[in-house]
């Protein structure tokens, strides 16, 4: 009898043995293709050399300093490096071990800036519906997926949730996609007036929705036009691309695709590529000021923030998508996968939707293709897609949208971004197995 407590208590997960490439073999010797690096953790694939000695080299020289005491030379260097290519002016790291703290970190920091800056009544968050900020209970708070949050209801903090930018069901059929993106923009400015604009404190939005929606980007025009209305008010924009960060996208920051800077951001997953727990904040030097010139001191921490270890790995991740042209490689892998998921499913009566950025790519699965109906709960369909696609060796990451009741069910890709030509065939042929679960829903 195992005494892990396994997260999916009636189905006890399968063991794995080790990673080699885009692949994970368990413990019966089979092989699976990683077509979603876990949750868009594994961007280098498993068992890169150049990671691994780093983690061992920086084990071998200084495993752990408490950062009550001491900064260390890995952390010191993974900050220069985000810097060096954050876009505008964010200018300050702080580091955590995964993304719901990085998070945590953020809406603290925003509260923080505003205590300081003498506006205390600055507290309210607007956040999205079909949203996903991490399973911590703020982070749970913000994000505005409704099955996530059910039972904890009674124990989140309230937060405000206006629609995401979601063109394939929400875009009239009359209106331009520009003019949608602006639109759904209009709502954070309706909510913001409605709760006052001196009492908001922060809007919190992932440039690519991920876990909820399935590598969903807003529209060209919408982040810009949010920017526009936090600098109105004075409301702290966050942005959270823990999935859809570090290179996943085909920039390093999701975000320079849209052409905004938010005040802080947050990081994880591709930062330690799996290889360390490891996720940071990155915040404008305005706002670092602010503390500094004030307290002095930022009232939150963990025993592992700034982990050297985790940040020597931190190092090495991005110094491989840097100096190994990853970036371009993500986008050119994207237009052969996205190619080749359009000839396979884009004629699908099943599949409504294919869509995403760079290696972050998500498909749809609606009953009607015409009016876009999604398929019943009950059906269960990214549940037995997900074990279709296990069982023909392929890991990827469907979930069921519970679309406030209206968004459906959808499959998310995130392969790491040295998969070959040929992996984008084995992903495909394994995808069509997993997809016979449609035809017999
Ligand atoms: N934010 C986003 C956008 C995420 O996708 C996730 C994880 N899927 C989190 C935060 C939480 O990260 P973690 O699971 O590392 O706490």
């Given at each position: 009898m195992s005494h892990v407590f396994p997260r999916q208590i009636a189905a006890p997960p399968v063991k794995a043995v080790s990673g080699e490439g885009c692949y994970l073999i368990d413990d019966s010797g089979k092989w699976y293709f990683d077509g979603s690096g876990g949750a868009a953790?594994?961007?280098?694939?498993?068992?890169d050399a150049a990671v691994i000695k780093a983690i061992q080299d920086q084990a071998g020289q200084l495993a752990f300093a408490h950062t009550g005491f001491f900064t260390s030379e890995p952390a010191e260097k993974l900050a220069d490096l985000l810097i060096a290519q954050?876009?505008?002016?964010?200018?300050r790291v702080y580091f955590v071990s995964g993304g719901s703290e990085a998070v945590e970190a953020a809406l603290k920091l925003a509260r923080q800036y505003h205590l300081e800056r003498g506006a205390p009544d600055r507290r309210h968050i607007i956040a999205r519906r079909q949203s996903y900020h991490g399973n911590t209970l703020g982070a749970l708070a913000t994000g505005g997926n409704a099955w996530r949050r059910a039972q904890f209801a009674p124990i989140l903090i309230d937060v405000s949730h206006i629609a995401p930018c979601?063109?394939?069901?929400?875009?009239?059929?009359?209106?331009t996609a520009f003019d949608y993106g602006q639109r759904a923009a209009q709502e954070l400015e309706d909510e913001i007036l409605r709760l006052g604009p001196d009492t908001v404190m922060a809007f919190v939005a992932e440039p690519v929705v991920g876990?909820?929606?399935?590598?969903v980007p807003a529209v060209e025009g919408y982040f810009k036009r949010i920017r526009e209305i936090c600098d109105t008010y004075g409301v702290l924009l966050i942005l959270d691309e823990v999935m859809c960060g570090m290179g996943r996208t085909g920039h390093l920051f999701a975000c320079e695709a849209d052409g905004v800077t938010p005040d802080i951001l947050c990081i994880a997953k591709g930062l330690g590529a799996g290889y360390q727990p490891i996720g940071a904040m990155l915040c404008t030097d305005a706002i670092y000021q602010a503390l500094a010139a004030g307290s002095g001191f930022f009232q939150h921490g963990h025993t592992y923030i700034g982990h050297p270890v985790a940040c020597a790995a931190g190092v090495a991740v991005v110094d491989a998508i840097l100096s190994r042209g990853l970036l371009p490689r993500v986008n050119e892998m994207s237009q052969k996968l996205r190619g080749a998921l359009h000839d396979a499913f884009g004629q699908h009566p099943n599949i409504g939707d294919i869509r995403g950025r760079g290696l972050f790519l998500g498909m749809e699965f609606v009953?009607?293709?015409?009016?876009?109906t999604p398929f019943a709960?009950?059906?269960n369909i990214a549940g037995r897609f997900k074990a279709a696609a296990f069982e023909a060796g392929l890991i990827c990451y469907p979930m069921r949208g519970t679309r406030d009741g209206q968004y459906g069910d959808h499959v998310l890709l995130a392969p790491p971004f040295i998969m070959s030509d040929d992996q984008v065939g084995e992903i495909v042929d394994k995808l069509k197995r997993a997809a016979i679960v449609l035809d017999t829903a």
């Amino acid at each position: 009898m195992s005494h892990v407590f396994p997260r999916q208590i009636a189905a006890p997960p399968v063991k794995a043995v080790s990673g080699e490439g885009c692949y994970l073999i368990d413990d019966s010797g089979k092989w699976y293709f990683d077509g979603s690096g876990g949750a868009a953790v594994s961007c280098l694939g498993h068992g890169d050399a150049a990671v691994i000695k780093a983690i061992q080299d920086q084990a071998g020289q200084l495993a752990f300093a408490h950062t009550g005491f001491f900064t260390s030379e890995p952390a010191e260097k993974l900050a220069d490096l985000l810097i060096a290519q954050a876009p505008g002016d964010l200018d300050r790291v702080y580091f955590v071990s995964g993304g719901s703290e990085a998070v945590e970190a953020a809406l603290k920091l925003a509260r923080q800036y505003h205590l300081e800056r003498g506006a205390p009544d600055r507290r309210h968050i607007i956040a999205r519906r079909q949203s996903y900020h991490g399973n911590t209970l703020g982070a749970l708070a913000t994000g505005g997926n409704a099955w996530r949050r059910a039972q904890f209801a009674p124990i989140l903090i309230d937060v405000s949730h206006i629609a995401p930018c979601y063109e394939y069901v929400e875009k009239d059929a009359d209106e331009t996609a520009f003019d949608y993106g602006q639109r759904a923009a209009q709502e954070l400015e309706d909510e913001i007036l409605r709760l006052g604009p001196d009492t908001v404190m922060a809007f919190v939005a992932e440039p690519v929705v991920g876990a909820t929606m399935g590598a969903v980007p807003a529209v060209e025009g919408y982040f810009k036009r949010i920017r526009e209305i936090c600098d109105t008010y004075g409301v702290l924009l966050i942005l959270d691309e823990v999935m859809c960060g570090m290179g996943r996208t085909g920039h390093l920051f999701a975000c320079e695709a849209d052409g905004v800077t938010p005040d802080i951001l947050c990081i994880a997953k591709g930062l330690g590529a799996g290889y360390q727990p490891i996720g940071a904040m990155l915040c404008t030097d305005a706002i670092y000021q602010a503390l500094a010139a004030g307290s002095g001191f930022f009232q939150h921490g963990h025993t592992y923030i700034g982990h050297p270890v985790a940040c020597a790995a931190g190092v090495a991740v991005v110094d491989a998508i840097l100096s190994r042209g990853l970036l371009p490689r993500v986008n050119e892998m994207s237009q052969k996968l996205r190619g080749a998921l359009h000839d396979a499913f884009g004629q699908h009566p099943n599949i409504g939707d294919i869509r995403g950025r760079g290696l972050f790519l998500g498909m749809e699965f609606v009953a009607d293709r015409a009016d876009k109906t999604p398929f019943a709960p009950g059906l269960n369909i990214a549940g037995r897609f997900k074990a279709a696609a296990f069982e023909a060796g392929l890991i990827c990451y469907p979930m069921r949208g519970t679309r406030d009741g209206q968004y459906g069910d959808h499959v998310l890709l995130a392969p790491p971004f040295i998969m070959s030509d040929d992996q984008v065939g084995e992903i495909v042929d394994k995808l069509k197995r997993a997809a016979i679960v449609l035809d017999t829903a």
